[in-house]
Every structure is written in C-alpha cells, then in structure tokens.
C-alpha cells in the first residue's frame, strides 16, 4: 500500500439482543420483549502506509470504560493495530443495550450476549479491514433545526429546571444554547460503496417502551442509504449531548413528545440535511492517520455526608417500588442526586479518564466516554484548526455527565447525576483542544 494513499473499509453487523434483559434509562425496570427496528454494529476501517484504524457506531446506550478495555486488546490483536486506534462510538439509544464485561460468577441471558457482542466487535473489524479500497475524503456542513432542544429551562422563580414539561406557563427560557449543526465527511471510494459519516448532537431518547429500537439515529442512517438506493453506507456518531434533548417544552401542552413518529421526523429533517449539503462537499487532505489520548484526572461531585442517611432511605425505597414511588416526594434529594451520593461514596477521591482522539488526513474524532454537554463539543469545534471535527459522546467509555460550571451551580438533573467535580467541562474542553493542537502540527 503507498504511504500516501488513504484506504477504508467497511462492514455492518446486526446484533440480536435476547428478550427479558434489561432495557436501561430513566430509572426504570425495563425488560426487553420484542423489536421496533434491528440493531447494528457499524464498523469503518482506515490505513495508510502501516497505520491502522477503526471507527465504530453501534446502537447501543453506551459501553462502560471496563467494557473497552477488555474489548480493545482483542481488536487489536486480530488487525495487529494500536488499541489507541480504536474508536467505539454508541448513539445512546435508550431502547437498546448496554455494553458490559462478560465472564460473571452468575452466568445469565445478558452475560451469553456480551460473550457473543465482544466476539461481533472483533470479527466486524476483521471484515472492515478486508474491505479496504483506496479513498478520498470530503467534507461538507448544515444546520437542522427544530430536532434538538436545550432540556435544562430557566423558570419564572429564577430556578432551573431539567425537563419541566411541554407547555408549562412557568418556563421563560433556554438554559444554554444547542448545537444545530450537521457535519458530513464522505468517504468516497474506489471500487466499494462510499461511506458517510454523519455527527449531530441531541438525546436518542424518543422511543421509550420495551422492545428494542435504534432510535432517530437509526431511523436516520436508513434514510439516508434509501436516499441512495442502498448505493451508500451510512454511519451516525452521536455528537455532544448531555444537555440536549428532542423535547420543545415551548410547545403547547399536549404536543407529541415521544415514539416512532416523532423519532422519523427527527429522523427526516436531518437526513434532508445531509442530501442537501452532500453535492457540496469539499475534499480535504486525506493521506494521514494518527492516534492520541489525554488522560485526566477529575474529582468527585461534592456533598455533605449529613445526606447519606437520607439518601440511604431513597436507595431502599427506590430498589424495592421504584423511582415513582410516593414516599420520594418527601425527601430533600432525588433518586439520581442520592444514587449518585451512595455511589461516590465507594470511589477514590479522583476519577483517572482518558478521552481518545482520532486523525485520518486532516479530519478529527475527539471522543468522550461520557455525555460532554453542547458547550464542550462548540467550544473544541471552534478551537480546532483541522477542516472538520466530529466531537462524540458515549465513546470508549460513559461514565457520566459532564455539565458546565454554570450547571453545577444550580438545580437540574444532570448536576443531580453527574459523579463528577464542577471543573469537569473545562478538564475535557482542555483535553479535546491539546489533541487537536497536536492533530495540527503533523
């Protein structure tokens, strides 16, 4: 292969999760019982001279840091690659699975599956990279509106609220701003079906229920392959999304706010982006690939051990009825802030994570293992000097929310749930933008 010549494969994996597991999200006990749409593991693969690597977009809530690590050495060992070279990236469906060690003393449905998922995620690389044809690469920007909407509103009472509900007269604002933009890289390739990479931020959240569902992001990866009469591959990186939602709660009350419909019509808009800005793509450097990581260290969310008792009490009541139970409602905490409280309470001072960068030519992947909210991914984008950067969540880990300053100091969900110290947003933004300085001088 030339040393200057880009090649991408790719290949796609349906996964079947067994019925009666768990369904995670919302602090619910969710058992899966059926299907809405399949699942999939997305796989592209890249080289260039000798280095390698490999992008995946799997329909998945997300994959732990522990889930990664025992994975990463597998992938690499089969394609003789750097496990830095490694990007797992999941669209956080709230409708799927997550992605966890195997190997328990009590071996169980979900345990089989994870067996079975690590062994997809090697042998789905194993086919990307036999798949390999020589490639360019393009890129292109647009905006949709009217799919993602900040969650956390600003209330009559000065307060701050996450999810206040659609049409409520007390709201007066946005707390943030969101993220619109749809960035598109086309991998065009000789000899193969081109690739398209598609990143836009916001909650896949929209389903809800029982059975299985790839949430927009499927629904929008099948749009825009059916837009190209199957002659395409499409893969959707979840952007950055912590604060970030498909719930306009400026909507009159009553306004449909979940299930396949409104997930379609996300689904649609976005997709009609991408077919519009797909024409104008520009091509951009291609013959590079490069790996980095910044590890960060990162303290815990603080909070008076006089709550533990309490929150022990929330712990009790919410395993055995449920995070709807009545008695909740007398508590000053919630159900996430005493979870979270309980779960701190058991780890060490400081949390050691790494955020994973990719380059392929003048191209950057900046992934966080976790939910960064939109602050962080504008503020690495506009940092960045490379001609495109795609800032994921839910990638190589997800290990919490990582709100802005001004989240921590107020009332909301995500500073409820977040294990993390109120720096966290400048931590990661520092750690995206040292990776693409580092992009930039190769």
Known sequence: MSEQTLYAGFHCMKVEPPMGIHVPGYYEKRYSDGFLTDLHIRACAFQCGEQKAIIYTIEAIGINAAAFNAIKGKIAARCQMDENAIYINCIHSHTAYRITPYGTDDIDDNDIFMMRLHQQLTDCAQFAFEDLKPCTLKI???????????????????????????????????????????????????????????????????????????????????????????EVETMVLLGAEGDSNHINAFLPKGSPRKGEEVAKRMARIIAGEVL??????????????????????IGKNAYDPADVPEAEKIRDIYLEKGNKAPELKEFKLNVPEALRILANLKRPEFFNLRVHGLQIGNVAFIGYPGEPFTQIGRAVKEHSKMDMTFVTACTNGGEGYYPDEAAFAEAGYERSASPFASNCAEIMIGAGNAMTDAMEKI
């Open 140 to 230: 292109a920007r647009g905006e949709a509106r009217d799919v993602g909407f900040i969650r956390r509103y600003r209330m009559a009472d000065g307060t701050c609220k996450t999810n206040p509900g659609i049409g409520n007269p007390d709201i007066v604002s946005f707390v943030g701003e969101q993220d619109h933009s749809v960035q598109l890289i086309r991998v065009d390739r000789e000899g193969g079906k081109d690739i398209l990479m598609v990143n836009f931020g916001t909650h896949a959240d929209v389903i809800g229920g029982t059975k299985y569902c790839a949430d927009w992001p499927g629904y929008l990866a099948g749009n825009v392959c059916g837009a190209f009469d199957n």
């Open 276 to 297: 519009k800005i797909y024409d104008s793509a520009q091509p951009v450097e291609s013959g590079k690939i490069a790996c980095f990581t910044q590890d960060v260290e």
